[in-house]
């Protein structure tokens, strides 16, 4: 499956709009992992922690969203937008766009 963040696929034609899907992942905190990033932050770096989880969150909303265009008979997903917020110290990650066939 195609999926971009771009409104068309190159060299490809849309034939059909199947609607809009999305995926969403929430991820709670972990003391542990808390604790190791505050010292990282003390010491400077980056929180290695904290990037494994964003990306297991950015893969699993994705991962979602791709299902749910297959779901609606689509090849693939254009004008995809993420977005990441913080709500009561977890970690939320929303991707959505438009399910589409292409030709």
């Known amino acids: 499956m195609i999926v971009t963040t771009t409104p068309a ?16 992942a929430i991820l709670g905190a972990n003391l542990v992992r808390d604790l190791f ?24 909303a994705l ?7 297959r779901a609606l008979g689509g090849n693939a997903v ?8 913080v709500i009561n110290n977890m ?3 929303s991707a959505s766009g438009t399910a589409v066939v292409l030709e």
């Open 9 to 24: 696929v190159e060299g490809r034609k849309i034939s059909d709009y199947k609607g809009i899907v999305v995926g969403e």
């Open 37 to 60: 990033a505050g010292i990282t932050d003390i010491l400077g770096g980056r929180s290695g922690a904290y990037e494994q989880e964003l990306g297991r969150a950015r893969a699993t």
């Open 63 to 69: 991962a979602e969203m791709e299902e749910q265009a």
């Open 78 to 85: 254009v004008g995809v937008d993420l977005d990441y917020e």
């Open 91 to 93: 970690l939320m990650v």
